[in-house]
């Protein structure tokens, strides 16, 4: 039976049953109307009396419950009317009901006094209904405070008791738990306990955790988990996912990844789909889980036959970059040798204008962008890729750094310092004419910039050079 065909089927059931009974009404007084005409109420007739006129009201009250609830509540309020508040409305409405017929058929029982002469009679409902009567009136506090409703998911108590709120009744919440078992959870004692509610048209967001090695980047796992997240069934595309650190770990860099499920209800296939399709993203992007592990550094003597991958990679790019470009096979091994390499992270400054520096670089990996403050804002001069270099004006004047320079990636930079190129300007004195070129060029591209009119560029090149050689003291 569907959801909108019930409603219409138990009025028509209760419309029947009011036929009946006003029927059934109909024919008593037509076949015992004679006797009862002048004193209907009387004697032991008033005993069907009572029962059908109480039948009745009962039929048309639950007539008038359908009609208001099932119709009229649900075309205002757009959903089902809770249970609790259909039952009190029932309850209440019979109660005044069968009151007035009782008082009419028995007339010479003063109800009144009943009631408030019969303290005894309260004492002992009220501790028969003591626990009744608490979740009655927790379930009604829970009703008019509304802080749920069925189809919400809610977390109650220090136990956690975790599912979906399938209804409140007269005694206890039901939830469907994640097993899909029912959980019943008295109203008086939810009415106590803090309840954490999920609701069901909120972004409610989850939190997956997992590690990775110290080695692997972090700029690298976070693309790589937050695109693998996006591809997942019932996450929301409406936020994107957030990958973050949450702490360094013993043996792992420890992460966190937020999502928010479209379907709160489904979390827990989400987020086991959501761990899966991390664990084969970092497979392919060969990064590694971690475990408790332990490292053991073996430092060995470095030979010159036998050079690492790394060192064979750095000397290559060393040997890409065009002022290196005249050295020979040793003097770039050497100049390698001398490097030290770095990583920054995208948006980390590599170098900040006006500081004092002794060194230069060269990008090995990722991208960076030469910057000048104009007015208090960044503008970009140049980018810079994988073999290009920076820094060399400062190493080769002495002059403070002449602008910023920002990792735009994940960037990998080998620093060379004053001492290895002292060294290598010895042997080569041409190599000191073609970085002043260079940086005779990027200084017109600097004032350019700041719209000061540059020297000539061979005019400069050459003050450059002197200084250049005064600098290292060079003959
Ligand atoms: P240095 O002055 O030591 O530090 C900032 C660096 O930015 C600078 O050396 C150059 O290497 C680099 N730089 C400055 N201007 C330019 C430019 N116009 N083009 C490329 N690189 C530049």
């Known amino acids: 039976m569907t959801a909108s065909s019930r409603p219409k089927s138990n009025i028509l059931l209760y419309l029947i049953a009011t036929v009946a009974a006003a029927l059934a009404t109909f024919l008593f007084l037509k076949f015992f109307g004679n006797h009862a005409a002048e004193h209907p109420f009387q004697g032991w007739w008033r005993i069907p009396w009572l029962v059908l006129l109480s039948a009745l009201a009962y039929v048309s009250i639950r007539v008038l419950n359908a009609l208001l609830f099932d119709f009229a509540f649900r075309l205002r309020r757009g959903y089902e009317a809770p249970t609790l508040v259909r039952n009190i409305f029932t309850l209440v409405a019979f109660t005044l009901f069968f009151l007035l017929i009782f008082n009419k058929i028995y007339v010479e029982v003063n109800l009144g ?5 019969s303290a005894i009679f309260g004492v002992i409902i009220g501790l028969a209904l003591q626990d009744t009567l608490g979740n009655f009136f927790a379930g009604i506090s829970l009703h008019a405070d509304r802080p749920f409703q069925v ?144 490292t053991l550094h073996l430092e060995r003597k470095p ?43 995208p948006g980390e400054l590599v170098i900040r204008a006006g500081d004092q520096g002794s060194s230069m670089f060269v990008v090995h990996n990722g991208r960076v962008q030469v910057q000048v403050s104009d007015g208090g804002t960044a503008r970009a001069v ?83 050079l002197n200084s250049i050689k005064r600098f290292f003291g060079l003959g």
């Open 113 to 117: 006094a009943l009631f408030t002469t």
């Open 151 to 294: 189809g919400d998911v809610i977390a109650l108590g220090p136990q956690r008791i975790t599912g979906v709120v399938e209804g409140i009744t007269w005694r206890a919440i039901k939830l469907r738990t994640f097993a899909n078992n029912v959980a019943l959870v008295s109203n008086s004692v939810a009415a106590k306990e803090a309840i954490e509610v999920f609701p069901r048209d909120n972004l409610n967001a989850r939190l997956v955790y997992f590690g990775t090695l110290y080695t692997d980047s972090p700029a690298k796992t976070i693309h790589i988990v937050r695109e693998a997240i996006r591809e997942a069934e019932n996450v929301s595309t409406k936020i994107t996912p957030v990958v973050r650190i949450r702490n360094f770990g013993d043996s792992a860099i420890e992460w966190e990844a937020k999502y928010w499920p479209q379907d709160y209800a489904k979390y827990n296939d989400t987020d086991a789909l959501v761990r899966q399709l991390i664990w084969y993203a970092l497979r392919r992007a060969d990064i590694n889980f971690a475990f408790p592990t332990r």
């Open 303 to 345: 030979s010159v036959q036998a050079l690492t991958g790394r060192q064979k990679e750095v000397i290559e790019r060393l040997s890409a970059v065009d002022i290196f470009a005249p050295l020979s096979i040793e003097e770039t091994e050497k100049l390698a040798g001398a490097a030290v390499r770095h990583v920054f992270a």
């Open 382 to 464: 140049a980018e810079l890729g994988e073999g290009a270099f920076f820094g060399e004006m400062a190493l080769f004047t002495g002059e403070p750094r002449a602008a910023n320079v920002v990792a735009l990636e994940e960037t990998e930079v080998m620093e060379i310092g004053h001492a290895a190129m002292k060294h290598l300007f010895e042997t080569n004195p041409d190599l000191a004419e073609s970085i002043s070129w260079t940086i005779a060029e990027r200084r017109a591209g600097l004032q350019a910039s700041s719209q000061q009119i540059p020297l000539a560029a061979e005019a400069e090149s050459a003050g450059l």
